[in-house]
């Protein structure tokens, strides 16, 4: 507005412009507090926005991603520290390479042959892989729940393995019968773990244990319920040391301190 009071523009060709001034500056405080609040403003969002551009540049997608990792990362410390820690199994040593017996006698390896481990699959294996520990050759009908239980007890204290075969050479049933009384027998096994051996060779009950039990001559030839049947075989357990070779054989083995300590040996 020109000094004269006139709305047009002045001599300088600029747009009216209403424009006051005060007479006492200190009316001007105001405005000034206003505008120094706006600027702390402005530079604060510029600062934000220089710290989130990183992230903002591709979307949301590397907000998504960071966080994803920082979980895995934080999820990978916690299984590290509370997660549950893994059971070593005992190394198997070397075989002994000069053994003072030959093999299948005490204290010579077992003998050269394959026999396999009954699981959901059988896993073949050489015979002389079953040790250190104890196995037990157990014949039909043998009912030697209570020795399991302590063979698999004491191989479980002292660190060490347990098999358990079937002596079929007298065994006239099917396979799976026999594999099936074997389950049942190895479930004996409260305080420790009997792993199931299929030798279907008989290496193991033809070597170590006693031949096997047959029909007397009356019983055979009657069949008659009156007639004496020979009694059944009882089990037997073979030792066998980490490097292999065979520390003992024991016919007829009964729970008790000296089989615990024949077992201790071995370790």
Not at 57 to 78: D, E, F, K, M, T
Not at 181 to 191: E, F, N
Not at 240 to 253: K, Q, T
Request: hydrophobic share 40%; net charge positive.
């Amino acid at each position: 507005m020109r000094p004269d009071g006139d709305p047009e523009p002045d001599d300088y060709g600029l747009p009216p412009v209403d424009v006051v001034v005060p007479d006492d500056a200190r009316e001007l405080d105001r405005d000034v507090i206003a505008y120094r609040r706006e600027e702390r403003q402005r530079r604060r969002r510029e600062r934000i926005r220089r710290l989130t551009r990183p992230f903002t540049r591709y979307g949301i997608v590397i907000p998504i991603i960071a966080g994803a990792l920082l979980v895995a990362l934080a999820s990978g410390v916690l299984m590290t520290v509370f997660g549950p820690r893994p059971t070593p199994r005992p190394s198997t040593p070397m075989l002994a390479p000069h053994p003072t017996a030959a093999p299948g006698r005490v204290g010579g390896h077992l003998p050269d042959a394959r026999v396999a481990l009954i699981g959901r699959e059988r896993v073949p294996i050489p015979l002389r892989d079953l040790r250190p520990g104890v196995i037990l050759i157990a014949p039909p009908e043998c009912r030697c729940e209570a020795l399991v239980a302590e063979l698999a007890a004491r191989t479980q204290e002292f660190e060490l393995r347990f098999w358990l075969t079937a002596d079929r050479r007298a065994d006239k049933s099917k396979p799976e019968e026999a594999v099936r009384r074997l389950r049942q027998l190895a479930g004996a096994a409260h305080h420790g773990t009997a792993v199931l051996v299929e030798d279907t060779g008989n290496v193991l009950s033809g070597t170590y244990a006693p031949p096997a039990a047959s029909p007397g001559p009356a019983a055979a030839a009657s069949g008659s319920a009156g007639a004496s049947a020979a009694p059944a075989a009882a089990p037997t357990a073979v030792l066998v040391a980490p490097d292999g070779v065979v520390a003992g054989v024991l016919h007829s083995p009964q729970p008790g301190a000296d089989l615990t300590d024949k077992i201790k040996a071995l370790a």
